[in-house]
């Protein structure tokens, strides 16, 4: 089982509609999780933090399921301007004060006039 | 604005020859990732570095790759020789530790080896 997966899409929906993703990772001693966006031909940058109370920026909104071990990112009143690929990201927390972080492959989603 | 910066942007290379990419953390940021993506694995992590000592580069393939920080300010990666398969966008990441961790990417070098 790969570190960290997710459904690569394509996520096609309108303008305006609810979208979800969802990420698993494997290591449950994993100590933190985050969103990035990454555009066509550009570098990854971060979209937010996930927290164990889930957290909310605007349309976004971020959930951590320990037990079941994913996170989950849902945007609400899809922009075209959403149209990106969504990575999610795990720290292992491999050791005291260890940080790096692995990526899942990523999530594409197109949001259509 | 503080960026990471890498250089260069785009190198076409042939076969056999040695690449090196550049990337400048920002900062004071102490630690330092090479990252690899293609399509089809995505964001591979190749090695990272904390206050310039290598801390993991087993996502390296040693026999060809070398990563290396001569300094506070400047991180290398080298591949020689180089193979078709190398052909990928290389990113270079940093973050203070232990202040944030949202980790900063920079533009990425996009390699062609031919």
Known sequence: RKEVEQDPGPFNVPEGATVAFNCTYSNSASQSFFWYRQDCRKEPKLLMSVYSSGNEDGRFTAQLNRASQYISLLIRDSKLSDSATYLCAVNPGFGAGSYQLTFGKGTKLSVIP | ?114
């Open chain 2, 1 to 114: 604005d503080a960026r990471v910066t890498q250089t260069p942007r785009d190198k076409v290379t042939e076969m056999g020859q040695e690449v090196t990419m550049r990337c400048q953390p920002i900062l004071g940021h102490n630690t330092v990732f090479w990252y690899r993506q293609t399509m089809m694995q995505g964001l591979e992590l190749l090695a990272y570095f904390r206050n310039r000592a290598p801390l993991d580069d087993s996502g390296m393939p040693k026999d060809r790759f070398s990563a290396e920080m001569p300094d506070a300010t400047l991180a290398t990666l080298k591949i020689q020789p180089s193979e078709p398969r190398d052909s990928a966008v290389y990113f270079c990441a940093s973050v203070e530790q232990g202040a944030s961790t949202e980790a900063f990417f920079g533009q990425g070098t996009r390699l062609t080896v031919v």
